[in-house]
């Protein structure tokens, strides 16, 4: 099936440029989603350019544009820690886009997913209690809300969200799966399992750096999942590959067959 799946790349300059164009394409793409249909579900990404693809959200006179009452928030994947830690990907979230927002974006529709604590013991604990959560927003029948676009970061190594090259945790069933022994610290994590992220409408995997290039290319010439998870990551109607000149360095002329 990865062989059929069909990705559209696009090339930015830098970084920087990646986050300010990718946070234009978000907001422009809720606007226009908005038109059509309410609520949306969007799942948001952590690291560095996922981040600051957040900031520029919050920067952007778009941003006033969209209903955010009619946005719920979600998360791919989190570092399971204690609520309010600085690595968690919620808290730089919440630093980043979240806190400006202000009440334009209701605390209901924000789904972190949980942290560490005397009630949340475990990643499992975290994970089915997530689960749980998606489960309610979800339409009849399925696990997880009808997620319009799901946000992805990718490492040097190819993982997305806390899904890591042969990791348990790539063949996990259901919607979430607790992670232990990650090889990127921390060690503990509550990750989206294929299973949800592929239900979603479009994945956007976001890239950048030259340290990504090798997993660029492998991801996008179908590796498979074991070796490049990224090459499992795909949306029902679209899958998209933004990513920086330095990350595409390893690109075969015309960017991918794939």
């Excluded at 290039?213 to 109607?237: D, I, M």
């Amino acid at each position: 099936m990865m062989s059929t799946v069909r990705r559209d790349v696009v090339v930015h300059p830098d970084a920087n440029l990646l986050a300010e164009t990718t946070a234009a394409r978000l907001l422009v793409t809720l606007v226009d989603a908005q038109s059509h249909r309410a609520p949306l579900h969007v799942v948001l990404t952590g690291g560095t350019v996922g981040i600051r693809t957040l900031a520029a959200v919050a920067a952007s006179p778009v941003r006033d544009a969209v209903d955010w009452s009619q946005v719920h928030l979600w998360w791919g994947d989190e570092r399971f820690l204690p609520e309010g830690d600085p690595d968690r990907n919620e808290t730089q979230a919440r630093d980043a886009l979240l806190t400006a927002l202000g009440d334009a974006l209701p605390a209901a529709n924000v789904h972190a997913v949980p942290a560490l604590g005397a009630d949340v013991p475990t990643p499992e604990a975290a994970a089915d209690a997530y689960a749980a959560e998606l489960g309610r927003h979800a339409p009849e029948g399925a696990r997880v809300p009808a997620f319009d676009v799901l946000l992805l970061g990718m490492g040097p190594d190819g993982h997305v969200a806390s899904l890591f090259p042969g990791h348990p945790a790539l063949g996990a069933q259901g919607a979430t799966t607790g992670v232990h022994a990650s090889p990127k610290p921390p060690p503990l994590r509550v990750s989206l399992a294929f299973e949800a992220i592929r239900t979603a409408r479009e994945v956007w995997v976001v890239a950048a750096g030259a340290e990504k290039a090798p997993a660029v290319a492998s991801a996008l010439a179908s590796a498979p999942v074991e070796e490049t998870p990224a090459a499992g990551a795909f949306g029902t109607h679209r899958t998209l590959w933004l990513i920086d000149a330095a990350a595409a360095a390893d690109l075969p002329p015309g960017g991918t067959a794939a």
